[in-house]
Structures are given as structure tokens and as C-alpha cells.
């Protein structure tokens, strides 16, 4: 298969590349690294990489920052970030993706762990990846030719545990090559409208 | 208690309001109705709205637009709409209520049946309401002064059949007095995180 990776220089990212690349053709891209470039909250930016890449069978983006913070403290930017990036950017590039690809081709996007298992300081996250959670689920009912749409929610990945673990004490970090699994099994399984809860 | 209750001029905030002003004193908001005035989609009114009204025992949001149609052809003007006011909107009333609640008060969010149960046409909408679910889950961990937090998701309401009918064949409608019922568990219980699927 043909497969843009989207934040393929990221830590989840990485693992993703070394998951798939040895079975299908990636091309990775990012904001500054890659084949490719984009910024998922540049729409025209993610249909110009589109555009560029030609026919595809999968989509995966394993990007899209989101601020962590004590609720009361968290800024307006803040906010804005995880809504513009991780949230809409991912949306739109799930949309913009669809006439770009082939019959019965997938998108994957990544959510986290605190959708579903919250913790102080995770407010912002815990709303985009709930969000994206529930848009995947309604968006399955609605893609055309066949095209799939799943989401991975990975726990705190063992590589980034020097960044967050005073956020996560207590939740059982994941190697990243654990979580790339879900991105193989959206890409190459049947599912769709599902999250995969890799923790 | 002193509860000030956004949206009350709506369908469901209508019911919300038959349910609780017998035991508690209401104050009716909306953007062109009630006794206070304040637009979602405009932080500065929010908190012009709750500084006018003084301290108060809870704040329920019964309001909040988001836009119903094909996944394919949803605009960004209607993608924004529900991200501006139903999402973010509620989201900063929540946060904008805090220093105006007094001690053990309680906040009240509307979500809907899509952030569980997906429909054609409902990607928008169920991106919004799963936000808001998991936000009000995490946001509870960082409430100070015994704070509570909660959401209602409202199946598709009775009274609002004549026009979401076809978006939601097969689904038991629920009348709004039903609905009504979460926001008195909320508000008059202990519960906080939470939300109650009335459907």
C-alpha cells in the first residue's frame, strides 16, 4: 500500500514508520521533516501535500500538539492549540483526504489515553481526543467507496516519560512500537469507526 | 439555590426550568432572552453575565448551537459554529463560573446522544459532545472548593422531532421533562465528572 504518514519524525510517529515501512510504500511528512510538508492547522497546507502525493491508500497522522496545565491556568493559545491542531487539523485532513484515496483505503488518527482515564492538567487534551474519538465513530457512517476511519488512543509512551511523567504516576507507560500496532491494524484490518486503546 | 440557567428559553431549557424553579431560585439567561444576556461564542459577555449576577450555587448550560449535516459538506462555517459555542462555549462558561460559584457549587454542561450513538450527518455534533464528555470527566479532577462538574446528553427530544426526525429514525424520542431530570441529579446530587445519558 501507499501510505502518508503525517508526523512520521514524531516519537509515536518513528515507531509507525518502523511498523509499516517494512511492508508498504510511506511517505513521510511533516512540518519541517519529511518528504512532504504540512501543518495540520494549515488546511490549505494539508491539501497542497495531498495534492502533491497522488493516489493513496491510507492516511495516517500520528501528530498534532495539545497543551497540558492546571485547568484554571490554561491560556486562550492554549486552548487553541490542541483545537486547531489536534482537533480540527485532524479533521480536516481525515475530509480533505477522501478524494485523494483509493477504494477502500483508511485514515487513522491519534487521540490518548486521557479521553477516557483523566488527570490533573489534562482538561484541553481530554476534550480534543474525546472529540476525536466520537467524530470517528459518526464519521465511519458516512465515508464513501469503502474508506475506513479509525482512531488509535495511545497511553503515555515509555520513550516520553521523561517529559510526562509527573502527569502520568501510576499509568503503565507504552513502548511506542506497542502503540504503532493500532496504526497496522486500522491501515491493514477491516474495522472502522473504532478506537484502538493501546494502555 | 441561586442557579443561573443559560439557554432558558429553549426547548430544553424551557423544561429545565419547569423542573427546578420550584425548589430553587432561577435566573433565566440567553442571548436575546431571559434576565441576563450573554452570547457562547463571546467570553467577554460570559463573564459580564456572571459578574452581574452575583454568587450562585450553580450554573447550568441548556444552550449551545452546533451544525447537523452530510460529513462531505459540512462547511467551516458550520464546523465553527459548534466549536465556538457549543464546545468552546460551554467549555469557557465552565471555567468563567468557577470564582463566581460558591463553596460545593455545581456546573452543568449539554452534550447529546451522538457522542455515543453516531448518525449520518452527526460528525460535527459528536465531535463536539465527545469534547465536552471527556473535558467534564478531567476538568472534575481540578475543580477547587468542592466544585462539582457534570454533563447531560439528551437523546433527540421529543418536542424537537418535527425537525430531527430524519436524522434520527429508530431512536426513542425523550421528552424534554425527562431530559430535564439529569440536570436536577446534577445540580442537587453529589456526583461530579459525570454524565447522564438520558436516552
Chains 1, 2 share one sequence.
Not at 492547522?41 to 498534532?64: E, F, H, K, Y
Not at 490518548?112 to 484541553?124: C, E, K, L, M, N
Request: with cysteine; net charge negative; hydrophobic share 45%.
Amino acid at each position: 500500500m501507499k501510505i502518508l504518514l503525517v508526523g512520521a519524525n514524531g516519537t509515536l510517529g518513528r515507531a509507525v514508520a518502523a511498523e509499516l515501512r517494512v511492508r508498504h510504500e510511506l511517505i513521510p511528512a511533516g512540518r519541517r521533516t519529511g518528504d512532504v510538508h504540512l501543518d495540520l492547522a494549515d488546511a490549505d497546507s494539508i491539501d497542497a501535500a495531498l495534492q502533491s502525493v497522488g493516489p493513496l491508500d491510507a492516511v495516517i497522522s500520528a501528530a498534532g500538539h495539545v497543551a497540558f496545565g492546571p485547568l484554571l491556568e490554561l491560556t486562550d493559545v492554549q486552548w487553541h492549540l490542541g483545537l486547531s491542531e489536534k482537533l480540527m487539523g485532524q479533521v480536516n485532513l481525515a475530509l480533505l483526504a477522501v478524494p485523494h484515496l483509493r477504494d477502500g483505503g483508511s485514515i487513522t488518527l491519534t487521540t490518548g489515553v486521557v479521553s477516557t482515564d483523566p488527570i490533573r492538567g489534562g482538561a484541553s487534551a481530554a476534550m480534543v481526543n474525546g472529540g476525536l474519538e466520537s467524530f470517528v465513530r459518526c464519521a465511519a457512517l458516512e465515508l464513501p467507496r469503502g474508506l475506513r476511519i479509525n482512531a488509535v488512543s495511545p497511553g503515555v509512551l515509555l520513550e516520553s516519560m521523561h517529559e510526562y511523567a509527573p502527569l502520568f504516576r501510576g499509568f503503565e507507560p507504552v513502548p511506542a512500537a506497542r502503540a504503532a500496532l493500532g496504526f497496522a491494524r486500522s491501515v491493514e484490518g477491516g474495522d472502522t469507526g473504532k478506537t484502538y486503546r493501546l494502555f
